[in-house]
C-alpha cells in the first residue's frame, strides 16, 4: 500500500495531450539542443512526462539556419537511430518552424514541399519587434498551396496586445493559433503571460507546445506541468488529432 501510494506520488503528472508540436531537439541545426546527447537527454524528459509523441519543428531562417528539408530529415534519422539504440521509446517526427520573410515567400511559391505535420499544418513564426507587411500575403499564398498555416506562439508578439483586430482577421482566415505552454508558466515575463491567458480565455488557441529547445525548458515545463496546469482544465486543442 505504502508501496504504490510512493510510486503514484513519483509518477508524473500527464500532460493533457500527448503530443508535442513544436520544439527544437535536432541536435546541432538551429538554437535549441547542440549535441545527441543532449537531444536524448531531454527527448527522454518529454517522455518521463507522458508524452508519447513528438513533432520537432528546427527553425528554417534565410539569415541564420539554411536548414533544407534534407538536412532535417538526415538529423530526424540519426536522432531515432541514437533513441533506438538507447532503449527510448517514443514517436520522434520532424516538420520546420519558417520565419515569415522574403525567402519564406520564395519557399512557399517554390518546387519543393514545405515541411508540414498533421493535415498540412505549417508552423511559422514572425518577428518579436513588428508585424510584416507581408503576414497577409505569405498566409493567402500557404492558403492557396492548400497549406494549414499556424502561426508559432501567438502570446509572445505583443504587439498584437494593442491590435487584436488583426489578430482576429487571422483567425477568421483560418489561421491556427499555437501558444507556448511555458508563455503561461511566466517563463517569458508577466506581459506574455497575461497575454496567453487571455487568448487562452477567448478560445483562441488551437494548438499548444514546448517550443523546448534545452533542458532549461524542460525542467520549466516539468514544473509547470506538475504544479496542475490549472490554467488548461476545460480547454481542448488540436494536439492529439495529429
Ligand atoms: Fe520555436
Redesign the pocket.
Known sequence: MLGSLFRSKKKSAPPAFATDL?S?LLPGIDDGVQTMEEALEVIKGFKNLGYQRLIT?P?IMHDYYRNTPDIIQNKLAAVRQALADAGIEIELLAAA?YYLDEYFLELIGGEEPLLTFGNKYVLF?LPFLSKPMILQEAVFALQTKGYRPVL??VERYLYFGQDADSLYDLHHAGVIFQLNLLSLAGFYGKEVKKQAEKLLKAGLIGMVGS?CHNNRHLMALGKFLHAGAAVLAGQTFLNDTL
Do not use: L, N, P, R
Open positions: 513544436h527544437h519543428t527553425h518552424e513564426e508559432a506562439h517550443d
